[in-house]
């Protein structure tokens, strides 16, 4: 004798506006400084001779890419600039699971 299966109902995320907060960069200086060292100390493998971009990123793309983020990117000027941005476009996010949202 087969039992009925019994389906329970799925109760879907409601969203209100105290669920909704204005997006904020807000990366502490100790986590730059943390990539920073770990850029730094990165141990990078062989290239492998001829591959180029046939088996993934070539190594001395990511080496070149890893100083300019470790020596030139200025990351607080574009933290900067997007918030700007945010501000003028409202950007906003939505934090509760099951499904967090950030929208412009």
């Known amino acids: 004798m087969r039992r009925k299966q019994?389906?329970?109902a799925k109760k879907e995320p409601t969203l209100s506006f105290s669920d909704i907060?204005?997006?904020?960069i807000q990366v502490p200086q100790s986590?730059?400084?943390?990539?920073?060292?770990?850029?730094?100390h990165t141990r990078w493998p062989?290239?492998?001779p001829g591959v180029g971009w046939e088996r993934g990123v070539?190594?001395?793309?990511?080496?070149?890419?890893?100083e300019?983020?470790?020596?030139?990117?200025?990351?607080?000027?574009?933290d900067a600039e997007f918030e700007r941005a945010a501000s003028v476009q409202h950007h906003h996010r939505w934090?509760?699971?099951?499904s967090p949202a950030s929208w412009l």
């Open 31 to 40: 986590d730059l400084d943390d990539l920073n060292e770990r850029l730094n």
């Open 58 to 66: 070539p190594v001395g793309y990511l080496k070149e890419l890893a």
């Open 68 to 78: 300019h983020w470790r020596t030139r990117y200025n990351w607080r000027m574009h």
């Open 6 to 8: 019994q389906t329970v």
């Open 46 to 48: 062989d290239e492998l």
């Open 95 to 98: 934090s509760e699971p099951p």
């Open 21 to 24: 907060h204005p997006f904020r």
